[in-house]
């Protein structure tokens, strides 16, 4: 019951006893008993076919239950990644759950700190950049577009065309204006432009 390489891969030595036979006085003989070692192979391979069996049990088991932990143990890692390729795509997102584990629970909170802190600044910078740009191209008195807005809106309304158009153009010449300036006052002279125009 026991397969031969095994017993070949450890080998037994079965014991030796003797014993002296006597009758009354004298010594009639010696016995020599050698066991034979089948019964140690048999018991030997049971045992190691069932300590093997349920040592495999346990391994598949530990990777199992090593799979559940690190699935929980990756899982906010995975959702940090994900959140760090939104925040690079201008999507900011904020982590909502919270890990267990008080290393992990810190980088998502370190996340959600940065993405809010440069969702605040690009926001800050695009109010930033639109004022900017607005006092680039629009007169700040009159809110009409000023030479280089109106450039701007011409070859951005015309380009490219190939066929004639027509549209009216109004330029309005205020003649003395430094002078009616000087007399009224730059507040007064501003509010007189925003009337007329």
């Not at 049990?57 to 690190?70: D, G, Q």
């Not at 800050?124 to 629009?138: I, N, V």
């Not at 380009?159 to 309005?172: I, K, R, Y």
Request: aromatic share 8%.
């Amino acid at each position: 019951d026991y397969p031969a390489w095994f017993a070949r891969a450890f080998t037994l030595h079965g014991p030796t006893a003797e014993s002296l036979v006597s009758a009354g006085w004298s010594q009639a003989g010696r016995v020599r008993v050698t066991v034979h070692p089948r019964f140690a192979y048999e018991q030997l391979w049971d045992t190691a076919r069932d300590t093997g069996l349920l040592l495999l049990i346990i391994y598949v088991a530990a990777l199992l239950v090593l799979r559940l932990v690190l699935r929980g143990v990756l899982r906010p890692l995975a959702a940090v990644e994900k959140a760090a390729a939104a925040i690079s795509a201008r999507r900011f997102v904020t982590l909502r759950f919270r890990p267990k584990t008080r290393e992990l629970a810190r980088v998502v909170e370190a996340m959600n700190s940065l993405s809010l802190k440069v969702s605040e600044a690009l926001a800050a910078e695009t109010r930033r950049a639109e004022r900017l740009q607005a006092a680039a191209y629009r007169d700040a008195v009159t809110g009409l577009p000023n030479a280089l807005g109106f450039a701007a809106r011409f070859e951005g309304l015309y380009e490219g065309e190939d066929e004639p158009f027509a549209s009216v153009l109004a330029l309005v010449d205020l003649v003395e204006l430094a002078a009616i300036n000087h007399e009224l006052g730059a507040e007064r002279c501003d509010a007189l432009l925003r009337e007329l125009l």
